[in-house]
Every structure is written in C-alpha cells, then in structure tokens.
C-alpha cells in the first residue's frame, strides 16, 4: 500500500508560477515511476509529466518548454514546477506513482485543484 500526499495547488494569473508537491509513503519500491496526470472538466484524465527513478522524464506536449518535474529518491518526492500557467492549465492534478516491476501497482493522489486565470 503507497500513499501519495499532494500539495501546492491553488490559483494564480495567467503566466504565473506554482510548484507542486507529492509524496509517496508506505510500501514504496525502490524503482518506480510518479508524476502528474490531470482531469479537466469534461475532460479526459491526461499525462502532465512523469519521472522514474533514473529522472527520466516524459511531459505531455501542451506542458513541454513550460513545466519541469523533478524528484528526491530519498524522500520518495516528486515536484512538479509549473511556469507560464495559461487558462487551459487549469485542472485537477493527480499525484501518480507506479512501483510495479514486472506487474504495475498504480496508485493515484487525492488530487489538487489549480486554477488560472486569464
């Protein structure tokens, strides 16, 4: 069992800047995955950006050149800095993790709101 606690949502002008913050606790692995994936309204669940163990990252292309993720292995933290907020930003933002090796265990965040207005 992983628990991914998620902070740093909020609202902020458009061009603006937030940082996000998720991290895992529990039986966590060693080798393993977390990012963000986020959910607009009436929107599908999309990738924001993710990073393994290794700090290989993949970000989705409406957020590529604007967000950077980040994490600390040793405090099982991911961070995700977000510059240049635009309206279409604005979203729900699920904490992932996937400690899965040969099988995948996905685990999800309770999620945070951010908001920017234009």
């Known amino acids: 069992q992983v628990t991914l606690a998620e902070s740093g949502g909020g609202l902020v002008q458009a061009g603006g800047s937030l940082r996000l913050s998720c991290a895992a606790s529990?039986?966590?692995?060693?080798?393993?995955?977390m990012g963000w994936y986020r959910q607009a309204p009436g929107k599908q669940r999309e990738l924001v950006a993710t990073?393994?163990?290794?700090?290989?990252?993949n970000y989705g292309d409406s957020v590529k050149g604007r967000f950077t993720i980040s994490r600390d292995n040793a405090k099982n933290t991911a961070y995700l800095q977000m510059n240049s907020l635009k309206s279409e930003d604005t979203a729900v933002y699920y904490c992932?993790?996937?400690?899965?090796?040969?099988?995948?265990?996905?685990?999800w965040g309770q999620g945070t709101q951010v908001t920017v207005s234009s």
């Open positions: 992932y993790y996937n400690g899965g090796m040969l099988v995948s265990r996905v685990y």
């Open positions: 529990g039986s966590t692995l060693s080798i393993n995955t």
């Open positions: 990073i393994n163990q290794a700090a290989r990252t």
